[in-house]
C-alpha cells in the first residue's frame, strides 16, 4: 500500500499494510508502518486526513481557520 497519503509519526514512511482494499477510514484502522511497525491509530488517521483536506481546500483558494 503506497497510495494512503499518511505519514508514519515515528519514521515518516509513507507505506503502511491494511488488512484489506480501504474503503473508509475505518478500514485503515489499525495500519501497521511497513518500516518501523508503527500502528496507526483511527484517531491519527482522522486528524492528518483533516489536514490535508484543509490543505486542499486552502490550494483550492478557500479560507480556512
Ligand atoms: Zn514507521
Given at each position: 500500500?503506497?497510495?494512503?497519503?499518511?505519514?508514519?509519526?515515528?519514521?515518516?514512511?509513507?507505506?503502511?499494510?491494511?488488512?484489506?482494499k480501504?474503503?473508509?477510514?475505518?478500514?485503515?484502522?489499525?495500519?501497521?508502518?511497513?518500516?518501523?511497525?508503527?500502528?496507526?491509530?483511527?484517531?491519527?488517521?482522522?486528524?492528518?486526513?483533516?489536514?490535508?483536506?484543509?490543505?486542499?481546500?486552502?490550494?483550492?483558494?478557500?479560507?480556512?481557520?
Amino acid at each position: 500500500m503506497s497510495n494512503i497519503p499518511f505519514v508514519c509519526k515515528k519514521c515518516g514512511s509513507t507505506t503502511f499494510k491494511v488488512a484489506s482494499k480501504p474503503k473508509s477510514l475505518d478500514d485503515i484502522d489499525g495500519a501497521v508502518c511497513e518500516k518501523c511497525g508503527t500502528k496507526m491509530t483511527k484517531k491519527e488517521i482522522e486528524s492528518q486526513a483533516r489536514n490535508i483536506a484543509l490543505d486542499a481546500l486552502k490550494k483550492a483558494g478557500l479560507k480556512v481557520k
